[in-house]
């Protein structure tokens, strides 16, 4: 069993652990020949199905085991995982591979930094500055010399040399027998009602975030919650309608807040994706709502609010988001990466987000 790839980007990767690391402290990743996958099935809250193009975060992708497709399913713990990939944020290059520490399988990840050394200087200086706006490396060159009156006006550099650093980060991970999870499957749901896509994810989590407070049982009763079953007002309904608006808002006791975007696109249906073609596209749940009417064509779901705020920190990932409703049972996000380079979505982040009766 042989997995090796130099990380190519360190920034999406990152970003992606973190916003995973929001729902669950550990993951499931998959991987294969042809995809990078990461699975979060918490006991309680959001699913994450996420299918990443390799291109999307790796190259010199290299992987080899007795699985097929040479499959390597691995469970990590993202709050290590993501706390090595910070600290390669600025590096030149990383790289990361699977091996064992004290018989002890581990991502490796080998992080090359480099600093910009003064000969003159007993400390490794950078061309980035000294934390206050001040280039470092042109202070310390142009340097006046006491004994020498002509260097005061004298624009003397002296030389220069990189200095390579390298780190090495050890995340332990548990090796997942292919029968171990060959029944884990990614939830299934009816025909959704109305697709749409979501104005800015930072901007919902933000209003989102600002309903929850105001509906939650210790902001009613003087910081202090009476009754556990009183989480039910941080609940939060999310609604979509087929006419390209949406909405958020909370009914705590006494009291009723919502917020209303318009102007959205609700995504025409792919009759090559749908079953039945064009006649399928007739036949769907979307299209019948739709026939309704302004008015009557709008799908609900009732969500707990705190998941909905971590779901929505997927959104420092940027990408454009499509959510699928299915009235009063779920609500599913896609959250679409494109390739920096061909711009095509490769990569797709699928939430599955339970609905909560009333």
């Given at each position: 069993m042989r997995f090796r790839a130099s990380i190519r980007n360190v920034n999406t990767f990152a970003k992606l652990t973190g916003s995973l690391l929001l729902l669950s402290k550990v993951a499931w990743i998959r991987l294969d020949n042809d995809q990078v996958r990461f699975t979060i099935i918490?006991?309680?809250?959001?699913?994450?199905?996420?299918?990443?193009?390799?291109?999307?975060?790796?190259?010199?992708?290299?992987?080899?085991?007795?699985?097929?497709?040479?499959?390597?399913?691995?469970?990590?713990?993202?709050?290590?995982?993501?706390?090595?990939?910070?600290?390669?944020?600025?590096?030149?290059?990383?790289?990361?591979?699977?091996?064992?520490?004290?018989?002890?399988?581990?991502?490796?990840?080998?992080?090359?930094?480099?600093?910009?050394?003064?000969?003159?200087?007993?400390?490794?200086?950078?061309?980035?500055?000294?934390?206050?706006?001040?280039?470092?490396?042109?202070?310390?060159?142009?340097?006046?010399?006491?004994?020498?009156?002509d260097s005061v006006s004298t624009n003397h550099h002296p030389p220069s040399f990189d200095r390579e650093t390298t780190i090495s980060q050890s995340v332990p991970v548990t090796v997942l027998a292919p029968q171990s999870v060959e029944n884990i499957h990614e939830p299934t749901c009816r025909e959704p009602d109305v697709h749409i896509m979501l104005p800015s994810l930072l901007q919902l989590k933000s209003i989102s975030e600002r309903f929850v407070r105001l509906?939650?049982?210790?902001?009613?009763?003087?910081?202090?919650?009476?009754?556990a079953s009183d989480?039910?007002?941080?609940?939060?309904?999310?609604?979509?309608?087929?006419?390209?608006?949406?909405?958020?808002?909370?009914?705590?006791p006494a009291l009723k807040i919502e917020s209303k975007w318009s102007g959205l696109v609700n995504p025409a249906l792919d009759p090559g994706v749908i079953e039945g073609g064009e006649e399928g596209i007739r036949m769907h749940a979307s299209t019948r709502l739709a026939?309704?009417?302004?008015?009557?064509?709008?799908?609900?779901?009732?969500?707990?609010?705190?998941?909905?705020?971590?779901?929505l920190g997927v959104g420092r990932l940027g990408g454009r988001v499509v959510a699928c409703f299915c009235d009063d049972h779920a609500l599913i996000l896609y959250v679409y990466l494109s390739n920096e380079e061909s711009g095509a979505d490769n990569s797709v982040l699928t939430y599955y987000i339970a609905s909560y009766s009333q």
């Open positions: 918490p006991e309680r809250g959001s699913q994450v199905w996420a299918v990443l193009s390799i291109d999307a975060i790796f190259e010199d992708y290299i992987i080899e085991s007795a699985a097929q497709n040479n499959t390597i399913n691995l469970q990590v713990s993202l709050v290590h995982l993501n706390r090595a990939l910070r600290s390669a944020l600025n590096a030149s290059t990383a790289s990361i591979r699977l091996t064992k520490k004290n018989d002890i399988p581990v991502l490796s990840l080998t992080i090359l930094t480099n600093t910009f050394a003064n000969p003159f200087s007993r400390t490794p200086i950078t061309s980035a500055g000294d934390g206050e706006g001040n280039d470092i490396s042109r202070l310390t060159s142009e340097a006046p010399n006491p004994e020498n009156e509906a939650s049982p210790s902001s009613a009763k003087g910081g202090v919650s009476l009754n989480t039910t007002s941080s609940r939060l309904t999310l609604s979509a309608s087929s006419f390209g608006e949406f909405k958020i808002g909370v009914s705590p026939e309704k009417g302004r008015e009557e064509a709008w799908a609900s779901v009732n969500v707990e609010g705190k998941d909905w705020s971590r779901v």
